[in-house]
């Protein structure tokens, strides 16, 4: 039976076949001999170890049971370094809770990632006046890519008008902020990087 591509990708977090080789590298065991422990084929191992093929659970308990591990060595879920989030999942957030509307409202693009070495949102801006700008820092780096409408960056007292296709990278510890810039809707993906002390 064919499996849908949710259920597919939440077998795949558990990442049963590498955890699998990795227990059988670890004590230097072939294939061959696993099956011979096992009493499975090396060929369905093979399968099992490569993602081709998800085992039933008394298939898990003999490979388990041959290396001293329980099933629950199997059953943490492994989100290191890959994550996906579907478009229908994610939130709008508005720029700060506990104040009235700010420049902009953010939605997260990796929050289901563990360990994350940066952050990305995709930002939705609002137009205002000049005036009424406010500035912000936070340690670490910032990407913008506009996607859509017309920007306005303030970094240094300085503006810089972004248009759509433009990006900009800036040191986040600046004092800096943004509007949009007439009545056209403006989004853009920001990448958030931490300082080096918060990323070591």
Not at 31 to 60: D, F, W
Not at 84 to 112: C, I, K, M, N, Y
Request: proline letters at 4%; glycine letters at 8%.
């Amino acid at each position: 039976m064919a499996l849908s591509q949710t259920l597919t990708e939440g077998l795949d977090a558990y990442a049963v076949g590498r955890k699998i080789r990795e227990l059988r590298m670890g004590v230097k065991l072939g294939l061959v001999e696993l099956g011979r422990h096992s009493g499975l084929s090396a060929a369905l191992l093979s399968k099992i170890e490569r993602g081709k093929m998800y085992p039933t659970l008394p298939t898990l308990l003999r490979i388990s049971m041959v290396f001293g591990v329980s099933l629950d060595h199997f059953f943490a879920r492994d989100n290191r370094g890959f994550a996906v989030v579907r478009q229908h999942e994610r939130q709008r957030f508005p720029e700060s809770v506990d104040s009235p509307p700010g420049a902009f409202e953010f939605e997260s693009l990796d929050f289901t990632a563990e360990d994350r070495k940066l952050n990305a949102y995709l930002a939705t801006f609002r137009a205002m006046r000049v005036e009424d700008v406010e500035l912000h820092r936070h340690p670490g780096a910032e990407f913008m890519f506009v996607l859509e409408g017309t920007l306005a960056l303030y970094i240094r007292d300085n503006e810089t008008t972004l248009e759509q296709g433009d990006s900009v990278y800036f040191d986040s510890s600046q004092q800096h902020g943004y509007r949009r810039v007439g009545r056209k809707a403006c989004r853009a993906v920001v990448v958030v990087t931490p300082s080096r002390a918060e990323s070591s």
